[in-house]
């Protein structure tokens, strides 16, 4: 059974930092690709940042690059998310997602596993 559970989430200035993780079942944490994605209400879900299977590649959209980080832990099948300088833009439903491809794609589609999501919400 593939389980993702995400944590971390939370209610922030901007400025500020916070830190999501994502516990996932050892089987596909150490042979999936493992990415997040938000939605922030009336709109459609969006990519936010990706690692592969051996953490050797990493891709992040646009809109976060230089501020967010992705990481994965091996020993805990836990993925990161680091997110410094927060904006009130950043506010919505972060969720983890697993995609059994060897290569990382942006497209939520192509994630089957998904958890459950955890609010972040930046005030200004």
């Known amino acids: 059974q593939v389980q993702l559970v995400e944590s971390g989430g939370g209610l922030v200035q901007a400025g500020d930092s916070l830190r999501l993780s994502c516990a996932a079942s050892?089987?596909?944490?150490?042979?999936?690709?493992m990415g997040w994605f938000r939605q922030a209400p009336g709109q459609e879900r969006e990519f936010v940042a990706a690692i592969n299977w051996s953490g050797s590649s990493t891709s992040y959209a646009d809109s976060v690059k230089g501020r967010f980080t992705i990481s994965k832990d091996n020993a805990k099948s836990t993925v990161y998310l680091q997110m410094n300088s927060l904006k009130p833009e950043d506010s919505a439903v972060y969720y983890c997602?697993?995609?059994?491809?060897?290569?990382?794609?942006?497209?939520?589609?192509?994630?089957?596993?998904w958890g459950q999501g955890t609010q972040v919400t930046v005030s200004s």
């Open positions: 997602a697993a995609d059994p491809a060897s290569v990382i794609r942006r497209i939520p589609s192509s994630y089957p596993y």
């Open positions: 050892r089987h596909i944490f150490s042979n999936y690709v």
